[in-house]
């Protein structure tokens, strides 16, 4: 399947396994990276997430030998499957760390882009290429490129089809932090455990807010919030948290 799927407490690790070809996505990878995704959201156990690639690799992308072909009932087939990988990583309800080394292209890149946050080693290459072969941007690349970078910025990006290298995603506020080679995973490994031992359901919440952000005014984001925080105000972890800061404590969040 190439696609591996482990969970370490309450984190699952959700790994591109094909090294020898960059970790390029098939088709039968595209379902099973949405299973993955759709079972964690289901999955209470599961309190943050980490995605990342198998060997020197993250993902170059899709597999250009399973490109075309079927028509344009066949394309539509394989962009819902893309499409809804990109959505399931987006609307997951935790916070997911995208661990990232050496190429990072096409809907690979979207893909990242999808989590919360994102490490790059040094050797991190990004790449928008969809103009070497005549093609726009797919898996919501262009929206999350604006969302980060507004749109003049983005345009570049994809236009050029140039190489982002690691210090310029981080300077640019892509990546959130770089690390030395190989260093990805150990240091979202790290940042994750303090998510698994956070407070799920407020960090859940909180992502939702993010979302609404981009959308709505000033005015109608202060109604939403006004509904959201008198619900999380009566759940279990709130009331740990009140306790442990009235003990001088560290609290035991359990996602409740």
Not at 30 to 39: A, D, K, T, V, Y
Not at 81 to 93: D, E, F, P, Q, V
Not at 109 to 130: G, H, K
Request: hydrophobic fraction near 45%; charge should be neutral; glycine fraction near 10%.
């Amino acid at each position: 399947m190439s696609v591996e799927y482990s969970v370490e407490g309450g984190l699952g690790i959700v790994t591109l396994n094909r090294p020898e070809k960059k970790n390029a996505i098939t088709m039968a990878m595209r379902i099973r990276l949405w299973e993955i995704f759709e079972q964690i959201g289901e999955d209470d156990g599961i309190r943050a997430v980490i995605f990342t690639g198998a060997g020197a690799d993250f993902c170059s992308g899709m597999d250009v030998a399973e490109m075309g072909g079927g028509g344009v009932p066949g394309s539509m087939m394989r962009m819902r499957r893309l499409h809804r990988i990109s959505k399931a990583i987006l609307n997951l309800k935790k916070p997911t760390i995208a661990a990232v080394q050496g190429v990072c292209m096409g809907v690979g890149w979207s893909y990242a882009m999808a989590c919360d946050l994102m490490i790059a080693d040094e050797t991190a290459r990004f790449a928008q290429v969809f103009r070497n072969i005549a093609l726009c941007p797919d898996g919501g690349a262009v929206w999350l490129l604006r969302q980060q970078l507004g749109a003049m910025r983005a345009k570049e990006i994809v236009y050029s089809g140039r190489t982002v290298r690691a210090e310029e995603a981080r300077q640019l506020g892509l990546v959130i932090e770089t690390t030395p080679p190989g260093g990805a995973l150990a240091r979202a490994r790290e940042m994750a455990v303090g998510f698994v031992d956070g407070p799920t359901l407020a960090f859940g919440m909180a992502k939702r807010q993010f979302e609404l952000a981009s959308n709505l005014s000033f005015e109608q984001f202060l109604e939403a919030e006004f509904s959201m925080q008198p619900v999380m105000s009566r759940t279990e972890d709130h009331e740990e948290g009140i306790a442990a800061f009235k003990e001088k404590r560290k609290p035991q969040f359990r996602g409740a």
